[in-house]
Protein backbone atom coordinates (compact mmCIF):
# COMPACT_ATOMS: atom_id res chain seq x y z
CA UNK A 1 0.00 0.00 0.00
CA UNK A 2 1.33 3.62 -0.60
CA UNK A 3 -0.03 6.41 1.22
CA UNK A 4 0.38 10.97 1.97
CA UNK A 5 0.50 12.22 5.02
CA UNK A 6 0.30 15.85 4.27
CA UNK A 7 1.92 18.26 6.98
CA UNK A 8 4.93 17.13 8.83
CA UNK A 9 3.62 18.40 12.27
CA UNK A 10 3.48 16.04 15.59
CA UNK A 11 0.33 13.99 14.30
CA UNK A 12 1.05 13.67 10.58
CA UNK A 13 5.19 12.86 11.40
CA UNK A 14 4.30 10.43 13.96
CA UNK A 15 1.55 8.64 11.98
CA UNK A 16 3.46 8.49 8.90
CA UNK A 17 6.53 7.07 10.70
CA UNK A 18 3.95 4.41 12.69
CA UNK A 19 2.38 3.46 8.99
CA UNK A 20 5.92 3.21 7.36
CA UNK A 21 6.66 0.75 10.23
CA UNK A 22 3.84 -1.08 9.69
CA UNK A 23 5.82 -2.32 6.00
CA UNK A 24 3.53 0.26 4.07
CA UNK A 25 5.03 2.70 2.08
CA UNK A 26 4.53 6.41 3.01
CA UNK A 27 5.53 10.29 1.69
CA UNK A 28 5.06 13.16 4.52
CA UNK A 29 4.55 15.86 2.34
CA UNK A 30 4.77 19.37 3.73
CA UNK A 31 5.07 23.40 2.41
CA UNK A 32 7.87 24.40 4.82
CA UNK A 33 11.13 23.44 2.76
CA UNK A 34 13.85 23.73 5.31
CA UNK A 35 11.69 21.06 7.35
CA UNK A 36 11.56 18.81 4.42
CA UNK A 37 15.31 19.49 4.21
CA UNK A 38 15.77 18.77 7.76
CA UNK A 39 13.79 15.48 7.54
CA UNK A 40 15.53 14.24 5.13
CA UNK A 41 18.73 14.28 6.96
CA UNK A 42 17.56 12.97 9.58
CA UNK A 43 16.76 16.02 11.74
CA UNK A 44 13.34 15.54 13.73
CA UNK A 45 11.44 19.24 14.38
CA UNK A 46 9.86 18.01 17.80
CA UNK A 47 10.56 16.23 20.71
CA UNK A 48 8.94 13.11 20.71
CA UNK A 49 10.90 9.54 22.87
CA UNK A 50 11.57 7.01 20.41
CA UNK A 51 10.43 8.59 17.27
CA UNK A 52 13.75 9.64 15.94
CA UNK A 53 15.22 6.48 15.17
CA UNK A 54 12.02 5.13 13.54
CA UNK A 55 12.17 7.69 11.42
CA UNK A 56 15.62 6.90 10.10
CA UNK A 57 15.40 3.22 10.39
CA UNK A 58 12.57 3.84 8.06
CA UNK A 59 13.73 6.22 5.75
CA UNK A 60 16.62 3.54 5.01
CA UNK A 61 14.27 0.95 4.39
CA UNK A 62 13.04 3.37 1.87
CA UNK A 63 9.61 3.00 3.31
CA UNK A 64 9.02 6.97 4.62
CA UNK A 65 9.83 9.67 2.29
CA UNK A 66 9.87 13.52 2.67
CA UNK A 67 8.67 15.69 0.07
CA UNK A 68 7.49 19.23 -0.61
CA UNK A 69 5.63 18.13 -3.24
CA UNK A 70 1.71 16.85 -2.95
CA UNK A 71 1.45 16.43 -6.69
CA UNK A 72 4.25 14.01 -6.89
CA UNK A 73 3.79 12.30 -3.68
CA UNK A 74 -0.08 11.46 -4.57
CA UNK A 75 0.55 9.54 -8.10
CA UNK A 76 0.46 6.21 -6.28
CA UNK A 77 -1.65 7.04 -3.10
CA UNK A 78 -4.32 4.68 -2.18
CA UNK A 79 -4.75 7.42 1.13
CA UNK A 80 -4.15 10.78 1.70
CA UNK A 81 -4.28 11.58 5.10
CA UNK A 82 -4.62 15.12 6.10
CA UNK A 83 -2.69 16.11 9.27
CA UNK A 84 -2.16 20.24 8.85
CA UNK A 85 -2.62 22.48 11.49
CA UNK A 86 -6.35 23.64 12.50
CA UNK A 87 -5.10 26.80 14.50
CA UNK A 88 -8.52 28.59 16.59
CA UNK A 89 -9.19 31.32 14.78
CA UNK A 90 -10.05 35.04 17.03
CA UNK A 91 -13.81 33.06 18.10
CA UNK A 92 -12.55 30.26 18.85
CA UNK A 93 -13.70 28.15 15.84
CA UNK A 94 -10.88 26.04 14.22
CA UNK A 95 -9.44 27.75 11.08
CA UNK A 96 -9.92 25.36 8.36
CA UNK A 97 -8.04 27.24 5.30
CA UNK A 98 -4.97 24.89 5.53
CA UNK A 99 -7.24 21.44 5.73
CA UNK A 100 -9.23 23.03 2.42
CA UNK A 101 -6.20 23.81 0.92
CA UNK A 102 -4.44 20.55 0.85
CA UNK A 103 -7.95 19.27 -0.61
CA UNK A 104 -8.24 21.24 -2.78
CA UNK A 105 -4.61 20.68 -3.99
CA UNK A 106 -5.86 17.12 -4.19
CA UNK A 107 -8.66 17.95 -6.42
CA UNK A 108 -6.24 19.85 -8.66
CA UNK A 109 -3.62 16.93 -9.05
CA UNK A 110 -5.43 13.25 -8.42
CA UNK A 111 -5.09 11.08 -11.76
CA UNK A 112 -6.97 8.24 -10.02
CA UNK A 113 -9.96 7.09 -7.19
CA UNK A 114 -7.93 7.43 -3.77
CA UNK A 115 -9.69 7.94 0.05
CA UNK A 116 -9.37 11.75 1.51
CA UNK A 117 -8.87 10.93 5.38
CA UNK A 118 -8.88 14.01 7.55
CA UNK A 119 -6.20 13.32 10.24
CA UNK A 120 -6.41 16.87 11.93
CA UNK A 121 -8.78 17.80 14.80
CA UNK A 122 -11.21 19.07 12.55
CA UNK A 123 -14.97 20.23 13.53
CA UNK A 124 -18.19 18.64 12.38
CA UNK A 125 -18.94 18.58 8.95
CA UNK A 126 -15.68 19.24 7.93
CA UNK A 127 -15.51 15.76 5.73
CA UNK A 128 -18.45 17.64 3.85
CA UNK A 129 -16.36 20.54 3.02
CA UNK A 130 -13.67 18.62 2.11
CA UNK A 131 -15.01 16.49 -0.28
CA UNK A 132 -17.12 19.94 -1.73
CA UNK A 133 -12.93 21.22 -2.28
CA UNK A 134 -11.92 18.59 -3.90
CA UNK A 135 -15.38 17.66 -6.10
CA UNK A 136 -14.81 21.86 -7.06
CA UNK A 137 -11.02 20.92 -8.71
CA UNK A 138 -11.98 17.71 -10.31
CA UNK A 139 -15.04 19.94 -12.24
CA UNK A 140 -13.04 22.49 -13.12
CA UNK A 141 -10.79 20.01 -14.82
CA UNK A 142 -14.18 18.26 -16.12
CA UNK A 143 -12.53 14.89 -14.65
CA UNK A 144 -15.00 12.57 -13.75
CA UNK A 145 -12.79 10.40 -11.46
CA UNK A 146 -14.28 9.09 -7.92
CA UNK A 147 -13.01 9.77 -4.49
CA UNK A 148 -14.28 9.20 -0.94
CA UNK A 149 -13.56 10.89 1.81
CA UNK A 150 -13.31 9.79 5.37
CA UNK A 151 -12.68 10.46 8.69
CA UNK A 152 -9.78 9.36 11.31
CA UNK A 153 -9.33 11.46 14.32
CA UNK A 154 -6.37 11.10 16.13
CA UNK A 155 -6.03 10.39 20.03
CA UNK A 156 -2.12 10.56 20.69
CA UNK A 157 -0.28 11.38 23.68
CA UNK A 158 2.52 14.08 23.44
CA UNK A 159 5.35 11.48 25.10
CA UNK A 160 3.49 8.34 24.43
CA UNK A 161 2.75 9.37 21.21
CA UNK A 162 4.53 6.32 19.14
CA UNK A 163 2.81 4.15 21.60
CA UNK A 164 -0.47 4.93 21.30
CA UNK A 165 -0.15 4.85 17.67
CA UNK A 166 0.96 1.47 17.55
CA UNK A 167 -1.37 -0.07 20.55
CA UNK A 168 -4.12 2.08 20.82
CA UNK A 169 -6.99 1.52 22.69
CA UNK A 170 -8.85 2.34 19.50
CA UNK A 171 -9.08 3.14 16.05
CA UNK A 172 -11.81 5.40 15.15
CA UNK A 173 -13.15 5.58 11.02
CA UNK A 174 -15.72 7.42 9.69
CA UNK A 175 -16.55 6.21 5.92
CA UNK A 176 -19.51 6.63 3.99
CA UNK A 177 -18.79 4.24 1.10
CA UNK A 178 -17.28 0.60 1.44
CA UNK A 179 -14.98 1.19 -1.17
CA UNK A 180 -13.35 3.80 1.50
CA UNK A 181 -14.09 1.33 4.66
CA UNK A 182 -12.10 -1.41 2.74
CA UNK A 183 -8.80 0.24 1.99
CA UNK A 184 -9.21 1.99 5.70
CA UNK A 185 -9.45 -2.02 6.60
CA UNK A 186 -6.04 -3.26 4.58
CA UNK A 187 -4.55 0.20 6.30
CA UNK A 188 -5.18 -0.99 9.48
CA UNK A 189 -4.82 -4.51 9.03
CA UNK A 190 -1.71 -4.87 11.48
CA UNK A 191 -3.94 -2.83 14.57
CA UNK A 192 -6.82 -5.09 13.55
CA UNK A 193 -4.38 -8.60 13.56
CA UNK A 194 -3.60 -7.24 17.14
CA UNK A 195 -7.07 -7.38 17.84
CA UNK A 196 -6.58 -3.57 19.19
CA UNK A 197 -10.31 -2.27 18.22
CA UNK A 198 -10.91 -0.74 15.03
CA UNK A 199 -14.44 0.91 14.96
CA UNK A 200 -16.03 2.12 11.75
CA UNK A 201 -19.19 4.30 12.07
CA UNK A 202 -20.55 7.41 9.88
CA UNK A 203 -18.46 10.20 9.28
CA UNK A 204 -20.17 12.84 11.50
CA UNK A 205 -19.81 10.42 14.28
CA UNK A 206 -16.23 9.94 13.94
CA UNK A 207 -15.62 13.68 13.51
CA UNK A 208 -18.08 13.70 17.35
CA UNK A 209 -15.74 11.40 18.59
CA UNK A 210 -12.81 13.11 18.69
CA UNK A 211 -14.16 16.39 20.52
CA UNK A 212 -16.36 14.31 23.05
CA UNK A 213 -13.33 12.32 24.13
CA UNK A 214 -10.85 15.22 24.58
CA UNK A 215 -13.78 17.05 26.45
CA UNK A 216 -14.46 14.87 28.36
CA UNK A 217 -11.12 13.93 29.60
CA UNK A 218 -10.90 17.93 30.02
CA UNK A 219 -13.70 17.73 32.31
CA UNK A 220 -12.90 14.95 34.94
CA UNK A 221 -9.42 17.23 35.22
CA UNK A 222 -11.71 20.59 35.87
CA UNK A 223 -13.87 18.68 37.76
CA UNK A 224 -10.85 17.16 40.20
CA UNK A 225 -9.25 20.69 40.35
CA UNK A 226 -12.19 22.13 41.64
CA UNK A 227 -12.95 19.26 44.00
CA UNK A 228 -9.05 19.75 44.92
CA UNK A 229 -9.52 23.57 45.73
CA UNK A 230 -13.03 22.52 48.03
CA UNK A 231 -11.21 20.01 49.52
CA UNK A 232 -8.23 22.79 50.85
CA UNK A 233 -11.09 24.62 52.51
CA UNK A 234 -13.17 22.17 54.51
CA UNK A 235 -9.96 20.17 55.33
CA UNK A 236 -10.31 16.99 52.71
CA UNK A 237 -6.95 15.76 51.45
CA UNK A 238 -7.56 15.34 47.70
CA UNK A 239 -5.42 12.53 47.42
CA UNK A 240 -7.92 10.31 49.34
CA UNK A 241 -10.33 11.98 47.63
CA UNK A 242 -9.11 10.85 44.17
CA UNK A 243 -8.11 7.48 45.34
CA UNK A 244 -11.46 6.60 47.28
CA UNK A 245 -13.83 7.54 43.75
CA UNK A 246 -10.95 7.05 41.41
CA UNK A 247 -11.94 2.86 42.71
CA UNK A 248 -15.29 2.86 41.30
CA UNK A 249 -14.62 1.45 37.95
CA UNK A 250 -17.65 3.63 36.77
CA UNK A 251 -15.34 6.29 37.56
CA UNK A 252 -12.02 5.18 36.76
CA UNK A 253 -8.67 6.09 38.12
CA UNK A 254 -7.32 7.72 34.95
CA UNK A 255 -7.28 11.92 34.59
CA UNK A 256 -8.19 12.98 38.04
CA UNK A 257 -4.98 14.10 39.39
CA UNK A 258 -5.81 17.89 40.35
CA UNK A 259 -2.55 19.75 39.35
CA UNK A 260 -2.18 23.41 37.28
CA UNK A 261 -4.55 23.28 34.80
CA UNK A 262 -4.66 21.46 31.65
CA UNK A 263 -2.77 22.48 28.59
CA UNK A 264 -1.07 21.63 25.39
CA UNK A 265 -2.59 21.84 21.88
CA UNK A 266 -5.70 19.53 22.34
CA UNK A 267 -7.66 20.03 25.31
CA UNK A 268 -7.78 23.90 25.35
CA UNK A 269 -8.43 24.03 21.42
CA UNK A 270 -10.55 21.34 21.46
CA UNK A 271 -13.25 22.47 24.42
CA UNK A 272 -13.09 25.88 22.92
CA UNK A 273 -14.17 24.35 19.03
CA UNK A 274 -17.24 22.66 21.37
CA UNK A 275 -18.32 25.38 22.81
CA UNK A 276 -18.58 27.30 19.17
CA UNK A 277 -19.92 24.75 17.61
CA UNK A 278 -22.47 23.81 20.22
CA UNK A 279 -23.72 27.72 20.53
CA UNK A 280 -23.78 27.71 16.39
CA UNK A 281 -25.89 24.94 16.75
CA UNK A 282 -28.54 26.80 18.97
CA UNK A 283 -27.25 24.05 21.90
CA UNK A 284 -24.63 25.40 24.26
CA UNK A 285 -22.63 23.32 26.15
CA UNK A 286 -22.70 24.71 29.26
CA UNK A 287 -20.85 21.94 31.08
CA UNK A 288 -17.99 22.85 29.05
CA UNK A 289 -17.77 26.66 29.33
CA UNK A 290 -17.66 25.93 32.89
CA UNK A 291 -14.60 23.44 32.75
CA UNK A 292 -12.71 26.37 30.39
CA UNK A 293 -13.25 28.87 32.97
CA UNK A 294 -11.80 26.47 35.94
CA UNK A 295 -8.82 25.19 33.86
CA UNK A 296 -7.81 29.52 33.46
CA UNK A 297 -8.75 29.71 37.41
CA UNK A 298 -6.34 26.57 37.72
CA UNK A 299 -3.13 28.08 35.59
CA UNK A 300 -3.19 30.74 38.59
CA UNK A 301 -3.46 28.24 41.83
CA UNK A 302 0.35 28.08 42.40
CA UNK A 303 0.81 31.51 42.07
CA UNK A 304 -1.74 32.80 44.75
CA UNK A 305 -1.01 30.18 47.15
CA UNK A 306 2.65 32.30 46.61
CA UNK A 307 1.21 35.89 46.60
CA UNK A 308 -0.70 34.66 49.71
CA UNK A 309 1.84 33.46 51.69
CA UNK A 310 4.19 36.40 51.42
CA UNK A 311 0.99 38.48 52.01
CA UNK A 312 0.88 39.96 48.87
CA UNK A 313 4.25 41.70 48.32
CA UNK A 314 7.18 39.26 46.19
CA UNK A 315 8.92 42.20 44.24
CA UNK A 316 12.61 41.08 44.54
CA UNK A 317 11.85 37.78 45.57
CA UNK A 318 13.42 35.05 43.79
CA UNK A 319 11.76 31.87 42.86
CA UNK A 320 13.13 28.66 41.16
CA UNK A 321 11.05 26.79 39.07
CA UNK A 322 10.93 23.12 37.81
CA UNK A 323 9.16 22.10 35.08
CA UNK A 324 8.15 24.25 31.94
CA UNK A 325 5.96 22.08 29.26
CA UNK A 326 2.29 21.52 29.98
CA UNK A 327 3.18 18.07 30.91
CA UNK A 328 6.65 15.71 31.45
CA UNK A 329 8.08 14.25 28.36
CA UNK A 330 7.71 16.88 26.01
CA UNK A 331 9.38 20.42 25.65
CA UNK A 332 5.50 21.76 24.21
CA UNK A 333 4.73 24.99 26.06
CA UNK A 334 1.98 25.66 24.06
CA UNK A 335 -1.12 26.84 27.11
CA UNK A 336 1.47 25.77 29.61
CA UNK A 337 0.57 26.74 33.31
CA UNK A 338 4.12 27.67 33.78
CA UNK A 339 3.75 30.85 31.33
CA UNK A 340 0.68 32.10 33.73
CA UNK A 341 3.12 31.29 36.41
CA UNK A 342 6.03 33.16 35.41
CA UNK A 343 3.72 36.26 34.14
CA UNK A 344 2.61 37.03 37.14
CA UNK A 345 5.28 36.37 38.94
CA UNK A 346 7.30 38.83 37.32
CA UNK A 347 4.59 41.25 36.52
CA UNK A 348 4.67 41.77 40.65
CA UNK A 349 8.67 42.32 40.46
CA UNK A 350 10.10 38.79 41.19
CA UNK A 351 13.02 36.69 39.93
CA UNK A 352 12.32 33.46 38.21
CA UNK A 353 14.98 30.81 37.76
CA UNK A 354 13.55 28.40 35.63
CA UNK A 355 14.61 24.61 35.32
CA UNK A 356 13.01 21.91 32.93
CA UNK A 357 15.02 19.05 30.78
CA UNK A 358 14.07 19.47 27.55
CA UNK A 359 12.04 22.82 27.32
CA UNK A 360 14.44 25.82 28.66
CA UNK A 361 15.09 26.52 24.64
CA UNK A 362 11.18 26.71 24.06
CA UNK A 363 10.74 28.62 26.91
CA UNK A 364 13.42 31.01 25.98
CA UNK A 365 12.06 31.40 22.06
CA UNK A 366 8.68 32.35 23.33
CA UNK A 367 9.53 35.01 26.33
CA UNK A 368 13.25 35.40 25.84
CA UNK A 369 15.59 36.35 28.84
CA UNK A 370 12.78 37.52 30.91
CA UNK A 371 13.72 34.49 33.28
CA UNK A 372 16.93 33.22 33.63
CA UNK A 373 17.18 29.22 32.66
CA UNK A 374 19.60 27.21 35.18
CA UNK A 375 21.65 23.76 33.65
CA UNK A 376 20.19 21.64 36.47
CA UNK A 377 17.88 21.22 38.94
CA UNK A 378 19.13 22.33 42.01
CA UNK A 379 20.90 25.39 40.29
CA UNK A 380 17.71 27.01 40.01
CA UNK A 381 17.53 26.67 43.77
CA UNK A 382 20.68 29.19 44.94
CA UNK A 383 19.47 31.74 47.16
CA UNK A 384 15.98 31.04 45.68
CA UNK A 385 12.92 32.23 48.76
CA UNK A 386 11.06 29.39 47.34
CA UNK A 387 10.64 26.41 44.65
CA UNK A 388 7.65 26.27 42.61
CA UNK A 389 6.82 22.63 40.94
CA UNK A 390 5.16 22.70 37.83
CA UNK A 391 5.83 19.83 35.51
CA UNK A 392 5.79 16.43 37.41
CA UNK A 393 9.59 15.51 35.75
CA UNK A 394 10.35 12.30 36.65
CA UNK A 395 13.64 13.68 37.58
CA UNK A 396 11.97 16.12 40.66
CA UNK A 397 9.83 13.32 42.21
CA UNK A 398 12.58 11.93 44.79
CA UNK A 399 14.97 15.40 45.17
CA UNK A 400 17.50 15.28 47.43
CA UNK A 401 15.99 17.49 50.46
CA UNK A 402 18.95 17.81 52.00
CA UNK A 403 20.65 19.37 49.33
CA UNK A 404 18.28 21.75 47.96
CA UNK A 405 18.04 23.36 52.05
CA UNK A 406 21.14 24.09 52.12
CA UNK A 407 20.90 26.11 48.68
CA UNK A 408 17.28 27.79 48.89
CA UNK A 409 16.96 30.37 51.14
CA UNK A 410 13.77 29.41 52.54
CA UNK A 411 12.80 26.18 53.01
CA UNK A 412 9.52 27.02 51.10
CA UNK A 413 7.81 24.19 48.30
CA UNK A 414 5.17 25.15 46.05
CA UNK A 415 3.99 22.07 44.33
CA UNK A 416 1.74 22.44 42.06
CA UNK A 417 1.57 18.50 40.77
CA UNK A 418 1.11 16.86 44.25
CA UNK A 419 4.52 15.20 43.70
CA UNK A 420 6.29 15.18 47.58
CA UNK A 421 4.22 12.94 50.56
CA UNK A 422 2.75 15.07 53.04
CA UNK A 423 4.65 13.22 55.84
CA UNK A 424 8.54 13.52 54.59
CA UNK A 425 7.57 16.77 54.17
CA UNK A 426 6.68 16.96 57.75
CA UNK A 427 9.59 15.23 58.96
CA UNK A 428 11.66 17.41 56.89
CA UNK A 429 10.68 20.88 57.66
CA UNK A 430 9.47 22.48 54.99
CA UNK A 431 6.92 24.58 54.51
CA UNK A 432 4.83 22.76 52.22
CA UNK A 433 2.14 24.19 49.92
CA UNK A 434 0.10 21.51 47.07
CA UNK A 435 -3.01 21.09 45.48
CA UNK A 436 -5.90 20.25 47.30
CA UNK A 437 -4.39 19.14 50.46
CA UNK A 438 -3.09 20.71 54.06
CA UNK A 439 -0.93 23.37 54.17
CA UNK A 440 2.73 22.39 55.83
CA UNK A 441 4.29 24.72 57.87
CA UNK A 442 2.19 27.24 58.51
CA UNK A 443 -0.50 28.19 60.43
CA UNK A 444 -3.47 29.57 59.35
CA UNK A 445 -2.95 29.77 55.37
CA UNK A 446 -6.34 28.34 54.18
CA UNK A 447 -5.77 29.29 50.07
CA UNK A 448 -7.97 28.15 47.21
CA UNK A 449 -10.03 31.56 48.02
C1 LIG B 1 -4.44 14.81 24.78
C2 LIG B 1 -5.26 13.50 24.72
O1 LIG B 1 -4.91 12.66 25.82
C3 LIG B 1 -5.03 12.81 23.42
O2 LIG B 1 -5.85 11.64 23.32
C4 LIG B 1 -5.37 13.77 22.28
O3 LIG B 1 -5.14 13.18 21.04
C5 LIG B 1 -4.57 15.06 22.41
O4 LIG B 1 -4.77 15.61 23.70
P1 LIG B 1 -1.92 15.51 25.30
O5 LIG B 1 -2.36 16.93 25.12
O6 LIG B 1 -0.66 15.08 24.64
O7 LIG B 1 -3.05 14.49 24.78
O8 LIG B 1 -1.72 15.29 26.85
P2 LIG B 1 -2.39 14.47 28.05
O9 LIG B 1 -1.40 13.50 28.57
O10 LIG B 1 -3.70 13.96 27.69
O11 LIG B 1 -2.51 15.65 29.14
C6 LIG B 1 -3.24 16.84 28.87
C7 LIG B 1 -3.18 17.78 30.02
O12 LIG B 1 -3.97 17.33 31.10
C8 LIG B 1 -1.80 18.04 30.60
O13 LIG B 1 -1.66 19.43 30.83
C9 LIG B 1 -1.79 17.27 31.90
O14 LIG B 1 -0.93 17.82 32.85
C10 LIG B 1 -3.23 17.40 32.32
N1 LIG B 1 -3.69 16.33 33.21
C11 LIG B 1 -3.82 15.05 32.76
C12 LIG B 1 -4.03 16.63 34.51
O15 LIG B 1 -3.93 17.79 34.96
N2 LIG B 1 -4.52 15.64 35.32
C13 LIG B 1 -4.66 14.35 34.90
O16 LIG B 1 -5.11 13.52 35.69
C14 LIG B 1 -4.29 14.05 33.58
Redesign the pocket.
Given at each position: MNITIVGTGYVGLVSGTCFAETGISVTCVDVDQKKIDNLNKGIIPIYEPGLTPMVKRNMEKGRLSFSTSLKDSITEADAVFIAVGTPPDEDGSADLQYVLGVAREIGKHAQHYMVVVTKS?VPIGTAKKVKAAVQDELDKRDSDLTFDVASN?????????ID?FLKPDRVVIGTESEKAQKVMKRLYKPFLMNNHPVIFMDIPSAEMT?YA??SM??T??SF??DIANLCEIVGADVNNVRKGIGSDSRIGN??????????????PK?VQALVKTSEQEGHPLEILKSVELVNNRQKSVLYKKVMSHFDGDIKGKKFGIWGLS??PN?D?MR???ALVVIDKLLKEGAEVVAYDPVAMEECERRIGDSVQYAKDQYEALIDADALIVI??WNEFKVPNFRVMEKLLKNKIIFDG?NIYDIEEMKDNEYTYYSIGREVIGVEDKVLAK
Open positions: TPEFLKEGAADKANLAKIMNKFIYPGTGYGGSCFDFKTDEAPTER
